[in-house]
């Protein structure tokens, strides 16, 4: 198998999407897998095993047509198997549209799909804290089914004659061997990424002062007006544990300068993540107009930390657009004042100085403000399934009916499960009594013979996380009956109340069964379907609508309702015909005709039980 992976960017973009080349390799071992990289990102990928060759997209490339055409004819002759698009721009698509590769995965955007034989959702938010920038680049795996565990790091290769040279040069300039050494990231790429120069000086006298450390300031010769700047500012006790002058001469010798520290502390930037690739904490500065979600790699609170002025002043970012903040920034980064992080920075200091070796970093999901809930009752033959669904939520509580099969036993094998018994009276008394034991201000309220795509869960979770988010949402459902799904009878447009905020939705208590949510403000209608296999065959659905037609007895009982003709015989032969005939049931065949019947049936039970209360009432 021959595979190109495209990366047109700089270098912290290069170095995440290699997470692809390096996912590749392990599984497809002996398969060709090439880069298509910017000339000047090379170097993050030198000694890197998983990549075969580096196709080198060059300045001329970019400054002509007839350059990048050639280029495109070269790729094309290498006739690779599948290309993963993970740049995403014009000057990619070229390659995709004349590559001619078999298989083509990028991420899915408005009139582009035609480009791509898969083309992957693009996140808007995070599920774990490995961060946009890495989940989307894994996401471009999906479509292939990979059978390995993903590994989500990026990694960065130094020789044992690189290491000996930053050693060298660290002796050279009388680096302490005895003390922890801290690289600080002075300067961003430009300087709308560039925390103010006073500040960055108050924080790097803060570290002098607190910790017995070497100080390596990171720079561009061409910022060295700048870094000057910040080494006048800082106090002569601090200069004196600053080594200023000690930079490689390439981003090679960088790289192992970085290799040779204990962590980095400062702006966001390829610095930084460079240093995460070679197993260094970090302690990043985020730009106001750098979004945290993407770039807020592998965030654990201990080995890896980071601070955006939004979380401090959220008012200045309101109803604000990227392009907007990133042309206030001269007025936002003043405003982002040392003293508001200050303590969290020393903190994390403390910590990661004070380690020997550093511990495994561990990813783990986002804490999310949800709890799913479902209620029970011999669920034997579902539980299982749909808690598995549901373990990507911050709690899962099941109300169980005292059920008499295996239920309960399943349920506590989920250490994360609150497994309540509670007698049942109604499913609308059962359903309020589970959101009152619910901590959390969303929530997800799921049947047990429901289950949720990877599609759907990316969904929910993005939904609840949106500032102008909807109070309650409906689900469109896909019905599975006896192992087929049902297009039409009734089900083509399904929907039910799946999510909602806690405080502003309530299950109406004027319904036994076929409960109703009353919702106080805007409702939302998510895209995709939740699967429902509510008929696993004729006798446990009939038993269900007869179930369903005795609550619908006692709603019509206590309403007054006085069954007659109409009720016994032409209600229940207009819901066939209904959902035979006009809602086109005939066309799910055989099944078709089982599942209206059925419906029909319980309209029946319904006022035949009714009649019965009545009599028995008098």
């Known amino acids: 198998m021959k595979i190109l992976v495209i990366q047109q960017k700089m270098i912290g973009d290069v170095l995440v999407s290699s997470i692809i080349c390096n996912n ?49 004819w070269q790729i094309r002759q290498q006739k690779y198997d599948l290309l993963i698009d993970a740049y995403g721009k014009l000057e990619s ?53 990979l059978n390995i565990e993903l590994d989500p790091l990026p990694k960065l290769y130094v020789t044992e004659a690189e290491n000996a040279k930053a050693r060298a040069l660290f002796e050279k300039n009388g680096v302490k061997s005895n003390l922890k050494t801290v690289m600080v990231s002075l300067l961003g790429s430009e300087k709308s990424k560039t925390y103010p120069l006073a500040y960055m000086a108050e924080l790097v006298d803060a570290i002098a002062d607190r910790h017995e450390v070497n ?59 460079m240093a995460k690739s070679l197993g260094k904490s970090s302690f990043i500065i985020f730009s106001p107009w750098i979004e945290k979600k993407i770039w807020s790699t592998f965030e654990d609170g201990i080995h890896h930390l980071s601070v955006h002025l939004q979380e401090f002043k959220p008012e200045l970012f309101e109803d604000r657009s990227e392009k907007e903040l990133k042309a206030l920034t001269p007025e936002l980064y003043p405003k982002f004042l040392p003293e508001l992080f200050l303590s969290k920075m020393l903190d994390f200091l403390a910590y990661n100085l004070g380690l020997v070796k550093a511990e495994p970093l561990k990813i783990v999901p986002v804490r ?50 609150k497994f309540i018994q509670n007698k049942f009276v109604d499913y609308t008394s059962q359903r309020n009594f589970a959101i009152d034991a619910a901590r959390n201000p969303w929530i997800l309220f799921l049947d047990a ?3 949720l795509t990877d ?71 998510l895209k995709h379907r939740l699967i429902h296999f509510s008929y696993t065959d004729y006798e446990s659905y009939k038993s269900k609508m007869v179930s369903y037609g005795k609550f619908k007895a006692k709603e019509e009982f206590l309403k007054g309702v006085r069954p007659n003709f109409y ?28 599942i209206c019947y059925l419906n029909a049936l319980s309209v029946t039970v319904r006022y035949r039980e009714l009649k019965k209360m009545r009599a028995e009432s008098r």
């Open 93 to 145: 698509y070229v390659f995709v549209l004349l590559g001619g590769a078999k298989r083509r995965i990028s991420y899915a955007k408005a009139g582009r799909h035609f480009l791509f034989t898969d083309n992957v959702p693009f996140a808007e938010f995070p599920k774990t804290n490995m961060g946009l920038a890495i989940e989307r680049r894994l996401s471009l795996l999906k479509p292939l089914a």
């Open 215 to 273: 100080i390596l300031f990171n720079y561009f010769p061409s910022q060295m007006a700048d870094a000057r700047k910040v080494f006048e500012a800082c106090k002569k006790s601090t200069q004196q544990k600053i080594y200023f002058d000690l930079l490689g001469d390439d981003l090679r010798g960088f790289i192992a300068i970085m290799n040779n520290c204990d962590l980095i502390v400062g702006n966001d930037g390829g610095a930084i993540n």
């Open 455 to 525: 599609e759907l869960k990316d969904e929910i979770i993005e939904t609840i996380q949106k500032k102008d988010a909807k109070s309650a949402y409906l689900f469109y459902r896909t019905f599975i009956f006896e192992n087929r799904k049902l297009r039409f009878s009734g089900w083509q447009t399904d929907k039910i109340f799946r999510l909602f905020q806690k405080d502003k939705a309530r299950y109406t208590t004027e319904r036994l069964v076929h409960e109703k949510l009353t919702v106080k403000g805007a409702i939302g209608k």
């Open 567 to 594: 009720h016994f015989y032409l209600h229940p032969a207009y819901k066939f015909m209904y959902q035979f005939v006009i809602r086109l049931g005939f066309l799910d065949g055989k099944k078709g005709v089982i």
């Open 368 to 417: 999310l403000p949800l709890s799913a809930l479902i209620i029970t009752y011999n669920e034997e033959n579902h539980i299982a399934a749909v808690m598995e669904d549901l373990g990507f939520t911050d709690e899962i509580i099941v109300v169980d009916s005292y059920s008499t099969d295996q239920t309960p036993q399943i349920v506590a094998g989920f250490g994360k499960a």
């Open 24 to 72: 590749l390799r392990m599984a497809y071992p002996d398969a060709q897998i090439d880069y298509l990289v910017y000339e000047s990102t090379t170097p993050v990928l030198e000694g890197n095993p998983a990549i075969n060759n580096i196709v080198l997209f060059k300045k001329k490339h970019r400054q002509s047509n007839w350059a990048l055409l050639q280029l495109a």
């Open 449 to 451: 013979d429901e289950r």
